[in-house]
T-cell receptor, first 109, second 113 residues
Framework: GQNIDQPTEMTATEGAIVQINCTYQ??????LFWYQQHAGEAPTFLSY??LDGLEEKGRFSSFLSRSKGYSYLLLKELQMKDSASYLC??????????WGAGTKLIIKP | DVKVTQSSRYLVKRTGEKVFLECVQD?????MFWYRQDPGLGLRLIYF???????EKGDIPEGYSVSREKKERFSLILESASTNQTSMYLC????????????FGPGTRLTVL
């Protein structure tokens, strides 16, 4: 079967750094997306990785290791507005997205 | 900006009713998707469409049907709503499948009583 694992919930402090992990077992791999979803809102695109390594975009970075079936999203200089759920999604061999359940990130002052 | 709109943010229906959820995108995207999102579960694909009048079953199509008569519009139909279809329904669209970045609508929270 296909499986995406993420922690259910994480808590971090404003101004700090947090790393959200995602491990996957899927039928094929054609890329990995991270999306942000604020409560009651639509998911919005954060990052896309298809090759191994780190992609940096401002305060957010995403890392991929295809051999380990592993990705992480790194959020720096946390702000209160970063409180949201973070969704990991893997593109499988049929180019469909397989979604993790999401990680709810709580930021405390 | 890509815009995906859904006909209702909140909907309350009774068991056995026929329910229509409408989704419209304004960016001429080829691909459209319907998901449901439930607590503790990832987004689960109900149906998707690669082109007008085309539809493909996703992972959980039972109890649902879809219609795509125009490129910009993708409708989800619950033929006879049941309480286990109470959920958040999200519509999405994308331009390419080889890079399947999906743009989502705001969602419809459906409650079936």
């Amino acid at each position: 079967g296909q499986n995406i694992d993420q922690p259910t919930e994480m808590t971090a402090t404003e101004g700090a750094i947090v790393q959200i992990n995602c491990t996957y077992q899927t039928s094929g791999f054609n890329g990995l997306f991270w999306y942000q979803q604020h409560a009651g809102e639509a998911p919005t695109f954060l990052s896309y990785n298809v090759l191994d390594g780190l992609e940096e975009k401002g305060r957010f970075s995403s890392f991929l290791s295809r051999s380990k079936g592993y990705s992480y999203l790194l959020l720096k200089e946390l702000q209160m507005k970063d409180s949201a759920s973070y969704l990991c999604a893997v593109v499988d061999s049929n180019y469909q997205l397989i979604w993790g359940a999401g990680t709810k990130l709580i930021i405390k002052p | 900006d890509v815009k995906v709109t859904q006909s209702s943010r909140y909907l309350v229906k009774r068991t056995g009713e026929k329910v229509f959820l409408e989704c419209v995108q304004d960016m001429d995207h080829e691909n459209m998707f319907w998901y449901r999102q439930d607590p503790g579960l990832g987004l689960r694909l109900i149906y998707f469409s690669y082109d007008v009048k085309m539809k493909e079953k996703g992972d959980i199509p039972e109890g649902y049907s879809v219609s795509r008569e125009k490129k910009e519009r993708f409708s989800l139909i619950l033929e006879s709503a049941s309480t286990n279809q109470t959920s958040m329904y999200l519509c999405a669209s994308s331009n390419r499948l080889d890079y399947n970045e999906q743009f989502f609508g705001p969602g419809t929270r459906l409650t079936v009583l």
